[in-house]
């Protein structure tokens, strides 16, 4: 790996070039791609409107900082007000770096409020980030190991447990936010229930707090909607965003409404590389084709195609758990660590994660084909059935 810090247990192949939701390694060998980059490549890969826009803007102008207006971060955030309901967007570059901003955003809420040491309500088996604070919000004791001190300030109550937060709330007079992830990806795709969400949302208003929704993994349209809280149809006081956001460009956002909006004022946060105009530009493209394609319906079918075609496939497989998600946001829970299955497909010309140790993560572009889809399933499923098989005779 050269003189790379040695921070990633890479997968033994470089790729070369992609189409679609294939990519071709430097060998020459074929790849059917169900991570997409860990959901950042939207639109699959080498997708023509995405890389015209990106083009035309590069050779027009890539970055000219904060310090001036900058068009296309003024017309993405009226679209992503537009598709969310919120009221302001702050620009950035990521996902750790867009839930920072919530995090400093709910803190000066609490100071504004005469507050002088808040507390945020974060949930276990979550993941906000590899900052400082975000790890300290994340809720993960190997990926916080060894980085002690952690930041002070988060209080850790078990996901989906509405009495749990009511709990916390009946004795910490520090509390200003909730801060969750409607779909939990590293945590094993573990979803939030709708009640749950609606019942966040009637205690944070009741209480005064600030409900921030971690969307950067599962938002832009992944789990067949723009965003994962409009299922249960509330609307969140702060909403982070990054990954899908920008097709493959670094993008991220930290948008607010309600009392949450209208805190922050120049100097009080920023960014330099943040919103700069071929972010935006790859950001505002990425959204027009998700619309004018369909995408979001087709998340939805696709999807469904997927977690039945496995259902039907593992049927009766003894040590499959479950098999569950949201669109094209899906895990496959075993009984047992699987973390060697990610090579396994490799080697069989299948891109896919496993996170928690035991959940096969699929997280497909949003035009992933019926095809592609099929294929998915069928050598997804031989994979795990030989895999058990050993297991089980071993």
């Not at 004791?141 to 009946?170: H, I, M």
């Not at 973390?339 to 992933?368: Q, W």
């Not at 095809?371 to 071993?394: N, P």
Request: hydrophobic share 45%; glycine share 12%; net charge negative.
């Amino acid at each position: 790996m050269s003189h790379l810090m040695n921070t990633y247990a890479r997968q033994p192949v470089a790729f070369s070039h992609g189409q679609g939701s294939w990519v071709t390694d430097v060998g020459g060998k074929r790849y059917l791609d169900a991570l997409s980059g860990i959901a950042v490549s939207t639109l699959g890969h080498n997708h023509p409107a995405l890389v015209a826009a990106i083009a035309t803007q590069a050779s027009r102008l890539l970055h000219t900082s904060n310090l001036y207006r900058v068009p296309e971060q003024e017309a993405l955030s009226d679209r992503l007000a537009a598709l969310s309901g919120m009221d302001e967007v702050f620009c950035c570059n990521s996902g750790c770096e867009a839930n920072e901003a919530a995090i400093k955003l709910a803190r000066f809420y609490g100071h504004r409020r005469g507050i002088d040491s808040p507390n945020i309500i974060v949930m276990e088996h979550a993941f906000h980030g590899r900052t400082m604070a975000t790890l300290s919000a994340t809720g993960n004791r190997k990926t916080q190991a060894g980085f002690e001190p952690l930041v002070s300030g988060f209080v850790r109550v078990p996901f989906n447990d509405l009495p749990a937060v009511q709990a916390v709330a009946g004795h910490n007079s520090n509390v200003v936010a909730v801060m969750l992830e409607v779909l939990q990806g590293e945590g094993g795709i573990h979803l939030a229930d709708p009640d749950y969400l609606r019942g966040l949302r009637a205690l944070c208003d009741e209480r005064g707090w600030l409900l921030i929704c971690d969307e950067v993994q599962c938002g832009i349209g992944r789990t067949g909607k723009w965003f994962g809280y409009q299922h249960a149809g509330v609307l969140p006081d702060v909403v982070t965003l990054a990954k899908g956001l920008g097709g493959g460009v670094p993008i991220g956002a930290c948008l607010a409404s309600g009392r949450a909006a209208g805190l922050f004022g120049p100097g009080n946060h920023g960014s330099t590389f943040g919103g700069n105009p071929l972010a935006c530009t790859a950001a505002l493209t990425t959204l027009a084709v998700v619309e004018q394609e369909g995408l979001i319906e087709h998340a939805v079918a696709i999807g469904e195609a997927i977690r039945l075609g496995l259902q039907s496939e593992l049927a009766g497989q003894t040590g499959v758990v479950d098999i569950r998600g949201r669109g094209l946001m899906i895990g496959v829970e075993l009984d047992r660590p699987c973390g060697e299955l990610v090579k396994r497909a490799l080697e069989a010309g299948l891109l896919i994660n496993v996170t928690a140790d035991s959940v096969v993560r699929l997280l497909p572009a949003l035009n992933f084909s019926a095809d592609e889809a099929r294929e998915l399933v069928q050598r997804l499923a031989a994979l795990i059935s030989a895999f058990l098989a050993e297991k089980a005779a071993s």
